[in-house]
Each structure stands twice: as structure tokens, then as C-alpha cells.
């Protein structure tokens, strides 16, 4: 793993959404491929208010993970920047807390 390799303690928290986006490389001399949306801003969101060491998701893409069966734990109401008071899920997975 990457602490192993090196001596670090890094965590992450993920958030995670999905649906449409606008795909595109953009800039001549530096040519950068990048993403945009409602969807990305709201995958930012999710990452931005989650927990280290947890996947955060919105509860449209936690009903279509747990109809792919993944098992997902409802977090309740969350404060989202810019979206109001939403329902978050958390992914259950085997890293949780570890990531």
C-alpha cells in the first residue's frame, strides 16, 4: 500500500455521484481533458462534507449501487454547499475508515 511504501498515513474521503456530464480537451499549447456538470459539482459536494475514510454518495446513485449489491448505510440528512439538506449514503466496503 501507499503508507507502506511511504511512511505515510494517508486517508481519503470519496465522494461519488452520477449522470450526465460534458467531456473535452481544452487549450492549445497545454491541452487539458477535463469533465463538467450539475453531476460533477454534486460528486465534489459529496467529498467535500464526507468522512475521512468513508465514500459518500448521493441517494439516487446508493439505489442504483444496492440494486448492483453493494450494501449502502443511509447517513441521513446532510447540509450540501450550494444544494440544501440532502439524503447521503456511505458505501459500505471492506476499507471503511481506512481509506
Known amino acids: 500500500s501507499i503508507n507502506r511504501e511511504s511512511f505515510q498515513r494517508f486517508r481519503l ?24 456538470s450539475n453531476t460533477v459539482n454534486v460528486a465534489s459536494r459529496m467529498d467535500s462534507c464526507g468522512v475521512m475514510g468513508r465514500l ?20 441521513g440528512l446532510t447540509y450540501v454547499k450550494g444544494k440544501g439538506n440532502l439524503v447521503t449514503y456511505f458505501v459500505k466496503t471492506q476499507f471503511d475508515g481506512k481509506l
Open 13 to 36: 474521503r470519496i465522494g461519488l455521484n452520477h449522470g450526465p456530464v460534458i467531456a473535452g480537451v481544452i487549450g492549445a499549447q497545454k491541452p487539458q481533458y477535463d469533465i463538467w
Open 56 to 75: 459518500q454518495t448521493t441517494e439516487n446513485t446508493a439505489k442504483v449501487l444496492m440494486a448492483a449489491g453493494y450494501e449502502c448505510e443511509c447517513r
